[in-house]
């Protein structure tokens, strides 16, 4: 069965750095562009990052540019998300979304913590 599996969350300072990563599963990986989401308490899930199937193009919301990677390697069958210059305001969990007319799939997500 379809698997998106989000690991590599946890508690950090600000400024610090942390990379996510979401472990595909029961798809054909190589087709779905990939996204990475987030979602704070009492918010909305907001898109954080989106890559394209070949991973040769990303797309980043305004608050994450600069700070934030997306990458995704069709070979592992997983997308990344390196995290830098970590604010409080990044709190969140965050998840990862495979879309593609095939299909539109979800992980559990993973939480990160920006705290000192």
């Known amino acids: 069965q379809v698997q998106l599996v989000e690991s590599g969350g946890g508690l950090v300072q600000p400024g610090g750095s942390l990379r996510l990563s979401c472990a595909a599963s029961?798809?054909?990986?190589?087709?779905?562009?990939m996204s990475w989401y987030r979602q704070a308490p009492g918010k909305e899930r907001e898109l954080v990052a989106v890559?394209?199937?070949?991973?040769?193009?990303?797309k980043y919301a305004d608050a994450m540019k600069g700070r934030f990677t997306i990458a995704k390697d069709n070979a592992k069958n997983t997308v990344y998300l390196q995290m830098n210059s970590l604010k409080f305001e990044d709190t969140a969990v965050y998840f990862c979304?495979?879309?593609?007319?095939?299909?539109?799939?979800w992980g559990q997500g993973t939480q990160v913590t920006v705290s000192s």
């Open positions: 890559i394209t199937s070949t991973g040769s193009t990303s």
């Open positions: 979304n495979a879309h593609s007319p095939y299909g539109d799939y």
């Open positions: 029961g798809f054909t990986f190589s087709r779905y562009a």
